[in-house]
C-alpha cells in the first residue's frame, strides 16, 4: 500500500501562481510512476501530467502544457506539480496518483492506469 498526500492548494488570482506537492508514504521501496489529475465540479477527473519514476519522462495535458511542471523527488518521496500564469478553468480538485511500475522510464497518462489516489487538494483561481 502507499498512502499519497497532497499540500498547497489555495485560493489564487488568475495570473498567479501556484505549487502543489504530493508526499508518498508506506510501500516506497518499489517503483512508482506518478500522475496529477484534477476534478472540476459537474466534470470528469481530467489528466493534467505525468512523469516516470526515474524523472526523465514527463508529459503534460495540451491544457496546461508551458504553464505547469511536474517533477519529483524520489530521495523526498514527493512530487510536486508547479502551476504558473493560472487561469479561473483552472479551478479544480487537484488529486495526486501513483502507479507500480517495472519500467522506470514510463509515464501513464489514463486515470485508469493508477493503483493510488490522494484525497486530493482544492484550487480556486478568481478571475
Known amino acids: 500500500q502507499v498512502q499519497l498526500v497532497e499540500s498547497g492548494g489555495g485560493l489564487v488570482q488568475a495570473g498567479g501562481s501556484l505549487r502543489l506537492s504530493c508526499a508518498a508514504s508506506?510501500?516506497?521501496?518499489?517503483?512508482?510512476?506518478m500522475g496529477w489529475f484534477r476534478q472540476a465540479p459537474g466534470k470528469e477527473r481530467e489528466f493534467v501530467a505525468a512523469i516516470s519514476w526515474s524523472g526523465d519522462r514527463t508529459y503534460s495535458a495540451d491544457s496546461v502544457k508551458g504553464r505547469f511542471t511536474i517533477s519529483r523527488d524520489n530521495a523526498k518521496m514527493t512530487v510536486d506539480l508547479q502551476m504558473n500564469s493560472l487561469k479561473p478553468e483552472d479551478t479544480a480538485i487537484y488529486y495526486c496518483?501513483?502507479?507500480?511500475?517495472?519500467?522506470?522510464?514510463?509515464?501513464?497518462?489514463?486515470?485508469?492506469?493508477?493503483?493510488?489516489w490522494g484525497q486530493g487538494t482544492q484550487v480556486t483561481v478568481s478571475s
Open positions: 508506506g510501500r516506497t521501496y518499489s517503483s512508482y510512476a
Open positions: 496518483a501513483a502507479k507500480g511500475v517495472r519500467s522506470t522510464s514510463t509515464y501513464y497518462t489514463s486515470k485508469g492506469s493508477y493503483d493510488y
